[in-house]
T-cell receptor
C-alpha cells in the first residue's frame, strides 16, 4: 500500500469549507484512496473512498487528481463536531489499511 | 444494530500479568482487525483475520502478543507477560470483504484502554 503524507494540523472557521490534502505519490493503479476520521478517543469512522473519479456522499467530497498522486477531502460546511483527526489511506489488493499520522482539524466558532 | 463490541473498556494491570482483550465483530462480517494506538506510534495494525484465519500478523510486536479467532463472532488479543510499554488503546474493527477493494469499510469498536503499571 502506498505511503501517504498529510499536514499535521489545520484550522477552519465554522460554516466554511474544510479542504484536507493528502499526498500519495506512490499509489498504484489498483489502489483506492480511503478517508477516515477519529473524533477524540473514539474508534476511527469511515468517511469516503475513491479510485480515480471524484466522489461525494452525505459527509464529504473527495477530489482525486488526474495523476492520482494526491487527493483532497472537502467538508463543505464544517461544524464544531467535525473537529477530529482525519486519516488518508490507500488500499489495494488486500484489506489492509495503513494509517499515517493524520491531520488534526480544528473547527473554530 | 450493534456495532463492534470490545471488552473490557478499561484495563489496569501490573507488569508481568496476563491481559486478554475481547472483541465481537458485527454479525455477518468476515474480516476482523486488531489495532494499537499510542501517541508516539499512532494507529498501527497488529493482525487481521479473514474467515477466522490469520492473514497478516506482521504488525504483532513480539511473541508476548497472540491473537485468536475461534469463530466468526469472537476474537481475543492476549499479552503475556504485559509490560508498561504495552500501555495503549487497542481497537478492534470488522468488515465485510467481498474480495476486491471497491468497498471495504472497516467498522471500529470503542477500544480498550490498557494501562500496565
Amino acid at each position: 500500500d502506498a505511503k501517504t503524507t498529510q499536514p499535521t494540523s489545520m484550522d477552519c472557521a465554522e460554516g466554511r469549507a474544510a479542504n484536507l490534502p493528502c499526498n500519495h505519490s506512490t499509489i498504484s493503479g489498483n489502489e483506492y484512496v480511503y478517508w477516515y476520521r477519529q473524533i477524540h478517543s473514539q474508534g476511527p469512522q469511515y468517511i469516503i473512498h475513491g479510485l480515480k473519479n471524484n466522489e461525494t456522499n452525505e459527509m464529504a467530497s473527495l477530489i482525486i487528481t488526474e495523476d492520482r498522486k494526491s487527493s483532497t477531502l472537502i467538508l463543505p460546511h464544517a461544524t464544531l463536531r467535525d473537529t477530529a483527526v482525519y486519516y488518508c489511506s490507500t488500499q489495494g489488493g488486500s484489506e489492509k489499511l495503513v494509517f499515517g499520522k493524520g491531520t488534526k482539524l480544528t473547527v473554530n466558532p | 444494530d450493534a456495532g463492534v463490541i470490545q471488552s473490557p473498556r478499561h484495563e489496569v494491570t501490573e507488569m508481568g500479568q496476563e491481559v486478554t482483550l475481547r472483541c465481537k465483530p458485527i454479525s455477518g462480517h468476515n474480516s476482523l482487525f486488531w489495532y494499537r494506538q499510542t501517541m508516539m506510534r499512532g494507529l498501527e495494525l497488529l493482525i487481521y483475520f479473514n474467515n477466522n484465519v490469520p492473514i497478516d500478523d506482521s504488525g504483532m510486536p513480539e511473541d508476548r502478543f497472540s491473537a485468536k479467532m475461534p469463530n466468526a463472532s469472537f476474537s481475543t488479543l492476549k499479552i503475556q507477560p504485559s509490560e508498561p510499554r504495552d500501555s495503549a488503546v487497542y481497537f478492534c474493527a470488522s468488515s465485510l470483504f467481498a474480495g476486491t477493494s471497491d468497498y471495504n469499510e472497516q467498522f471500529f469498536g470503542p477500544g480498550t484502554r490498557l494501562t500496565v503499571l
